[in-house]
């Protein structure tokens, strides 16, 4: 069988599962998955789902570092982003950019300083 790649999970590192709940759950309207933690009161590695966009949170200190950048292809940004906005989270007021490369972004940092890209490709006209 010809070799093939499906997917890539992305791990984020989060310093405060109440934080992070909050941002990913409450806010981008992110479900959690699964929770993990060798003892209970070892770090949380917890699995998160949007639709089809899988990301992983984890506390440990060595899976990663903060200040990661993951781009999320996207169709109905801008209705995603009324939704966010209706919200009035007090930590983000996400915009939409027109990109030079043909697609609209949005980009919304974590409290980890990880930064998530929404991005919507343009329809292609002929």
């Known amino acids: 069988m010809p070799t093939q790649f499906t997917s890539a999970t992305p791990i984020l590192r989060m310093f405060d ?27 949380l590695y917890m699995g998160l789902s949007l639709d089809s966009v899988v990301l992983h949170l984890s506390e440990h200190h060595g899976d990663c570092a903060p200040g990661a950048r993951v781009i999320i292809e996207t169709t109905g940004l801008a209705e995603y982003q009324a939704r966010l906005l209706a919200k009035q989270y007090g930590y983000a007021r996400p915009g939409l950019v027109r990109q030079p490369w ?17 991005s919507e490709r343009e329809a292609e006209t002929e």
Do not use: C, Q, S
């Not at 934080?19 to 993990?36: S, T």
């Not at 043909?102 to 929404?118: C, K, S």
């Open 17 to 43: 599962i109440r934080k992070a709940r909050e941002f990913y759950l409450d806010f981008l309207g992110f479900k959690v998955d699964f929770e993990h933690r060798f003892e209970p009161d070892l770090p």
């Open 102 to 118: 043909g697609a609209t972004t949005m980009t919304v940092t974590d409290p980890f300083y990880n930064g998530l890209v929404f």
